[in-house]
Every structure is written in C-alpha cells, then in structure tokens.
Nanobody, 121 residues
Framework: QVQLQESGPGLVKPSQTLSLTCTVSGGSITTSYYYWSWIRQPPGKGLEWMGAIRYSGSTYYSPSLKSRTSISRDTSKNQFTLQLSSVTPEDTAVYYC?????????????WGQGTQVTVSS
C-alpha cells in the first residue's frame, strides 16, 4: 500500500517561497512508470495540477506556474519537494501530492491527505 504525506509550513508570507515535501512510503519514487505530482485546490475552486516529477527524474510544470515552480526529489529519503516562489494570497490552497501511473492521463491512484497553506502577512 503506497502512502503519501505532505509536510511544510501552514502559513507563508507574501513574496516568500512556499516549500512542501511529500514523503512516500510503500513504494519507491524511482519505480517505473509513475509521475509524482503536486496538485492544489484554492478555496471554492477546483483542483489545479501544478507539476510533476517522473520516476526518471524529469520534471514537468503547468505553463501558468512554470516561472515560479520547482519540483525536486531526494531519492535517499523517498521524498519529492515543491517550491513555489513569490507567493501571493491567491496561492492560498490545500496542497496535495499524488501518484499518477504513466498513461493514466491526470488520473491518480494514490493521494496524500493534503495540507492547508495560507499566504498572509
């Protein structure tokens, strides 16, 4: 059973960088053929895919967030990390990490429970 757990600060000040970590257990993030994704849901809005890191280490980003987003991984800890720079209150959301089997086209088989991040001074 694969489990994902998000961690990071719940409150970030405007203009700072938001950093979240997803710790994966029950499966390796280097195992073929999966994408490990970050998805968020602002209050009252739908889910927004932010980006992903493939089992190979390749990264992919939403065009609308690409200039502010970086996803990396630490294979020794079986973790992957999201960094979102220059945050504004519009980045307030519940942030999820999830696993997408290759070919499933934005369908995810495992999710973290989500973590609330509020951007406020």
């Amino acid at each position: 059973q694969v489990q994902l757990q998000e961690s990071g600060p719940g409150l970030v000040k405007p203009s700072q960088t938001l950093s979240l970590t997803c710790t994966v257990s029950g499966g390796s993030i280097t195992t073929s053929y999966y994408y490990w994704s970050w998805i968020r849901q602002p209050p009252g809005k739908g889910l927004e895919w932010m980006g992903a890191i493939r089992y190979s280490g390749s990264t992919y980003y939403s065009p609308s967030l690409k200039s502010r987003t970086s996803i990396s991984r630490d294979t020794s800890k079986n973790q992957f990390t999201l960094q979102l720079s220059s945050v504004t209150p519009e980045d307030t959301a519940v942030y999820y990490c999830a696993r997408e089997p290759e070919g499933w086209k934005a369908t995810y088989d495992y999710w973290g429970q989500g973590t609330q991040v509020t951007v406020s001074s």
